[in-house]
Nanobody, 128 residues
Framework: QVQLVESGGGSVQAGGSLRLSCAVF????????MGWFRQAPGKEREGVAA?????????RYADSVKGRFTISRDNAKNTLYLQMNSLKPDDTAMYYC????????????????????WGQGTQVTVSS
C-alpha cells in the first residue's frame, strides 16, 4: 500500500520560512508526478506546486507562490520537499503531499487535485 508521510509544518511569523518534507513508501517514486496541495478553512483545496519524475523534473507553481516556494525531489531518498520562503498569513493552510499515477507525467488533472495517493497533511500557520 502506497504511503505518503508529510512533516515540517509549524507556526511562523510573516516573512519566515518553513521546509516541508514528504516521505514516500511502497511506490515507484522516481517516475511519476508528485505535488503539494493546500486547503485553508472554508476554502477549496488548491494545487501549490508539482514536479515531474522520470528525469524530466519539469515544475509547475501556483501563481500565488511563484518566487517564494521551491519544490524539489530526492529520488534516492524517496522524498519530496517544499521550501517556503517569505511566508504570508494567506499561506496558512493544511498542506498535503500527493503522488500521481505511476509513470504518468504531471498534467492539469493532477494539479486540480485528481491524484490517487495522498498524505495525511501537515499544518502551516503564518501569523502577521
Amino acid at each position: 500500500q502506497v504511503q505518503l508521510v508529510e512533516s515540517g509544518g509549524g507556526s511562523v511569523q510573516a516573512g519566515g520560512s518553513l521546509r516541508l518534507s514528504c516521505a514516500v513508501f511502497r511506490y515507484d517514486y522516481g517516475f511519476s508526478c508528485m505535488g503539494w496541495f493546500r486547503q485553508a478553512p472554508g476554502k477549496e483545496r488548491e494545487g501549490v506546486a508539482a514536479i515531474d519524475g522520470g528525469g524530466s523534473e519539469s515544475i509547475r507553481y501556483a501563481d500565488s507562490v511563484k518566487g517564494r516556494f521551491t519544490i524539489s525531489r530526492d529520488n534516492a531518498k524517496n522524498t519530496l520537499y517544499l521550501q517556503m520562503n517569505s511566508l504570508k498569513p494567506d499561506d496558512t493552510a493544511m498542506y498535503y503531499c500527493a503522488a500521481g499515477w505511476r509513470r504518468v507525467s504531471c498534467n492539469d488533472s493532477f494539479f486540480s487535485g485528481r491524484a490517487p495517493y495522498w498524505g495525511q497533511g501537515t499544518q502551516v500557520t503564518v501569523s502577521s
